[in-house]
């Protein structure tokens, strides 16, 4: 099994920039894909981006492309996303996800390890 504590969330004006963390318990942490969804208020959690175990392979919902980095640091449990550029549609409950997937996957269903989230807020 594996904890997950988000960190870096907070309010932000429209053009900023945030880096939320991720830290995993464990030993085997480098066994685990990992992702980041999101949840606004009134919506469905959505995913934003996922990293493979090794960091080899990284993948970006089409609304984040080219304004969020997925990264992972495996000697120290932690998984970073850096959001640069923020807008207001970028408002939610940020959460870390992760599973033992040799292919990681943007189907929420498919990550059984939640953190408990945290917020970002973007001013207009």
């Known amino acids: 099994q594996v904890q997950l504590v988000e960190s870096g969330g907070g309010l932000v004006q429209a053009g900023g920039s945030l880096r939320l963390s991720c830290a995993a318990s464990g030993r085997t942490f480098s066994s685990y894909a990992m992702a980041w969804f999101r949840q606004a208020p009134g919506k469905e959690r959505e995913f934003v981006a996922y990293?493979?175990?090794?960091?080899?392979?990284?993948n970006y919902a089409d609304s984040v492309k080219g304004r969020f980095t997925i990264s992972r640091a495996n000697a120290e449990n932690t998984v970073y996303l850096q959001m640069n550029s923020l807008k207001p549609d970028d408002t939610a409950v940020y959460y870390c996800?992760?599973?033992?997937?040799?292919?990681?996957?943007?189907?929420?269903?498919?990550?059984?390890?939640w953190g408990q989230g945290t917020q970002v807020t973007v001013s207009s």
């Open positions: 996800a992760a599973e033992i997937l040799t292919v990681p996957t943007s189907r929420y269903a498919a990550y059984n390890y």
């Open positions: 990293i493979s175990r090794r960091g080899g392979s990284t």
